[in-house]
Nanobody
Framework: QVQLVESGGGSVQAGGSLRLSCAAS????????MAWFRQVPGKEREGLATFYHGGIGGENTWYADFVKARFTASHDTAANTMYLQMNSLKPEDTAMYYC????????????????????WGQGTQVTVSS
């Protein structure tokens, strides 16, 4: 059974940084995708970054355009943990952040929509004040 546990959220002023962690169990991290999403009440869950490890496509990371150059996803295979380093945070980054896991595409890439991810963490709240 796949279990994902996020941590690292909190309150920060605009321009500040936070590092989110997602501890995973029950995953092989081979031919699987890990992803970060966020959701604001009343809005759809949006993809931030995906990470693919191993198999056909090697390793690759995708970022949504609106977080490029500010957010960095990384992965520690030995620790079974994925991270999201968030810099230059803005008030509009305020949301509940989730990590997710799911199967990769046959080409070794990751889906970016939440409907393709079967396992989810409980979420961690990030609040950015101006």
């Amino acid at each position: 059974q796949v279990q994902l546990v996020e941590s690292g959220g909190g309150s920060v002023q605009a321009g500040g940084s936070l590092r989110l962690s997602c501890a995973a169990s029950g995953l092989t991290f081979v031919n699987e995708c890990m992803a970060w999403f966020r959701q604001v009440p009343g809005k759809e869950r949006e993809g931030l970054a995906t990470f693919y490890h191993g198999g056909i496509g090697g390793e690759n990371t995708w970022y949504a355009d609106f977080v490029k150059a500010r957010f960095t996803a990384s992965h520690d295979t030995a620790a079974n943990t994925m991270y999201l380093q968030m810099n230059s945070l803005k008030p509009e980054d305020t949301a509940m952040y989730y990590c997710a896991a799911g199967a990769a595409t046959w080409r070794g890439t990751c889906w970016t929509g939440p409907e393709y991810y079967a396992a989810w963490g409980q979420g961690t709240q990030v609040t950015v004040s101006s």
